[in-house]
């Protein structure tokens, strides 16, 4: 297994148009990576593309309008066509909020919340796995998982940020023998917790660098696999 060159490198972006997904994108933009930049939010994914292709990125945007499979396939098979050879997925979420034991209707409050992490997550994984297992791509998959801002509605991040890392474990060993590498990328927080604070834009500015270093940090050492780097402030 070689190390992966990010220039020229076709690199595809979920959730491109969140604050998370357009820093990542604009700095493998700034390594010379063609970036495939998509997201469900047409309005935010273009306001990404436009930000990549003023710094002079090779970019196409690709609006999700159907997050099923076939929705996906169709993404890659444009991708494909259109900039060449996928090299990286950069696999984002958001975690979910998962209920404490003891709340009403727990079981399928915590079924609805699995479902909504787990479903678009694991259908991109599996999309890129196939594609890069068929066209004999040494791939890499970055999966990052991020906690929203209003932590009082997610006090269960570590549980999401954990099927994540188990996903992560899991699939590298299933891809190992394809030469396909698959990391992750996790906050230990994100913004800060003191709500006097005044520099929380500053914070998250931070982290967001952290976050965008460690997944090139994956993308580029072809000896990381089956691990979760934590970034942090």
């Given at each position: 297994?070689?190390?992966?060159?990010?220039?020229?490198?076709?690199?595809?972006?979920?959730?491109a148009g969140s604050p998370i997904g357009k820093a990542i994108s604009l700095h493998f933009a700034s390594l010379g990576a063609k970036l495939a930049l998509l997201d469900i939010d047409k309005a935010q994914l273009d306001q990404t593309y436009r930000a990549c292709k003023a710094v002079g990125?090779?970019?196409?945007?690709?609006?999700?309008?159907?997050?099923?499979?076939?929705?996906?396939?169709?993404?890659?098979?444009?991708?494909?066509?259109?900039l060449g050879s996928i090299d990286v997925l950069i696999n984002y979420t958001l975690g979910a909020e998962l209920p404490a034991l003891f709340s009403p209707s727990s079981v399928d409050r915590f079924s609805h919340s699995m479902l909504e992490l787990t479903t678009t997550f694991f259908a991109f994984g599996k999309q890129a796995a196939h594609y890069m297992r068929n066209t004999n791509r040494q791939g890499v998959i970055?999966?990052?998982?991020?906690?929203?801002?209003?932590?009082?509605?997610?006090?269960?991040?570590?549980?999401?940020?954990?099927?994540?890392?188990?996903?992560?474990?899991s699939w590298a060993k299933e891809l190992s023998d394809f030469?396909?590498?698959?990391?992750?990328?996790?906050?230990?927080?994100?913004?800060?917790?003191?709500?006097?604070?005044?520099?929380?834009?500053?914070?998250?500015?931070?982290?967001?660098?952290?976050?965008v270093r460690s997944a090139?940090?994956?993308?580029?050492?072809?000896?990381?696999?089956?691990r979760m780097l934590e970034a942090e402030v």
């Open positions: 297994m070689v190390a992966m060159e990010i220039v020229q490198s076709v690199i595809l972006i979920t959730a990125a090779q970019c196409e945007a690709y609006h999700l309008a159907k997050q099923d499979e076939g929705g996906i396939k169709y993404v890659f098979d444009s991708v494909d066509q259109q970055v999966n990052l998982i991020t906690q929203p801002q209003d932590n009082e509605q997610h006090q269960n991040f570590d549980s999401t940020k954990a099927i994540v890392s188990g996903l992560t474990l030469n396909i590498r698959v990391g992750g990328v996790a906050p230990i927080t994100l913004g800060c917790d003191c709500s006097d604070c005044t520099t929380n834009n500053a914070i998250n500015q931070h982290l967001q660098y952290e976050i090139e940090y994956i993308v580029t050492n072809d000896y990381f696999n089956g």
